[in-house]
């Protein structure tokens, strides 16, 4: 019989898209969030809504299921995680501490956790033409503040769990997850989906406005891609955590311009230095993720902003906010 599963954070991206990959699958699949997918229907075989921030929830979880995966998290892009540090800290170190204990009290086997590239420390992160960060480079730790911090802390609590209670707990540090069915307008967006939304809304030749000066570099990795890399970690023996993305490393200029000739329109830029911009640069260094999966994310990213940029334009159709 396969496996039962349970994905916390089903009704936000990740998790959404997990739970389907894993019914492809043939698992038993719950989902909980504190939400329902804002998209599309759930294709969990059951799906509650619980405030994982609270005990007895997460005890409610974890009946009866063999795996976690534990991706809920208050979170949001980089608008949000400088503006709201300790709500994001309370939640999350909540939520966080309270499914490794109920996992383990519940004799979970296999515990998986989403911990960020924001973990990575700033002195690293100074010049846009960074070195791609190796899972080494963690320590010594000076993570982004807020969201940072609390994920490193929970990053260290999985390997005490693992090392003190054999909970066999996984780690994966994303780097920029991106791809349709997303948060895409509200101040919780992605620089991937915030840029098709105002090229979307934008006339055949206009100007947007870039947050800083557009010199800022990320790597970004499609959706799919990053399922996939979780399911493969969560079948492997490795323990420790792991980078997750594309190693590829542009410009946000570069991004606004992909996205500007995927829609066909001629995007000029207005920089706005006063808005949150994050470290100056950051890639993955996919080095230690090729050896222990035998795999590296395979979706270019064009192909992923063709995707991801119809489906923002379709959304905003159907919302009436397309002239």
Avoid at 12 to 41: A, C, M
Avoid at 124 to 138: C, G, M, V
Avoid at 249 to 258: A, Q, R, S, W, Y
Avoid at 270 to 283: A, C, E, F, H, I
């Amino acid at each position: 019989m396969n496996k039962r599963i349970l994905v916390t954070g089903a009704g936000g991206f990740i998790g959404h898209n997990l739970v389907k990959y894993l019914k492809k699958r043939n698992y038993w699949v719950r989902g909980v969030d504190i939400k329902y997918p804002e998209y599309e229907e759930t294709a969990a075989d059951e799906f509650e809504i619980l405030d994982l921030r609270r005990w007895a929830s997460c005890l409610r979880a974890v009946r009866k299921v063999d795996q976690v995966y534990n991706l809920a998290a208050n979170m949001g892009g980089i608008g949000f995680i400088e503006t709201h540090k300790a709500e994001i800290v309370h939640d999350n170190i909540l939520i966080n501490m309270h499914m490794l204990e109920a996992a383990r009290l519940q004799g979970v086997e296999r515990f998986f956790y989403t911990s960020s590239a924001c973990i990575y420390p700033g002195y690293k992160q100074k010049s846009p033409d960074i070195t791609p960060l190796k899972e080494e480079d963690a320590y010594p730790a000076d993570a982004e503040d807020g969201y940072g911090w609390e994920k490193m802390y929970t990053e260290r609590a999985c390997r005490h769990y693992h090392e003190d209670y054999k909970l066999n707990t996984f780690v994966v540090r994303f780097h920029n997850i991106f791809g349709p069915l997303g948060t895409y307008d509200g101040g919780r967006e992605k620089s991937p989906a915030a840029i098709c939304r105002k090229i979307a809304l934008a006339k055949k030749e206009d100007v947007i406005e870039v947050w800083g000066d557009g010199l800022q570099t990320r790597s970004y990795c499609y959706i799919d891609d990053c399922v996939e890399g979780i399911y493969r970690l969560m079948q492997s023996d490795f323990h420790e955590p792991l980078n997750l993305g594309q190693d590829r490393m542009i410009t946000i200029n570069e991004l606004v311009d992909m996205v500007a000739h995927i829609a066909g329109k001629k995007i000029s830029k207005r920089y706005d230095l006063t808005k949150p911009q994050g470290v100056r640069g950051r890639n993955s260094d996919n080095t230690k993720l090729r050896k222990i999966l035998k795999w590296e994310p395979q979706i270019s990213l064009e192909k992923g902003l063709e995707k991801t940029y119809q489906w923002i334009y379709d959304q905003l159709v159907k919302s009436g906010r397309m002239k």
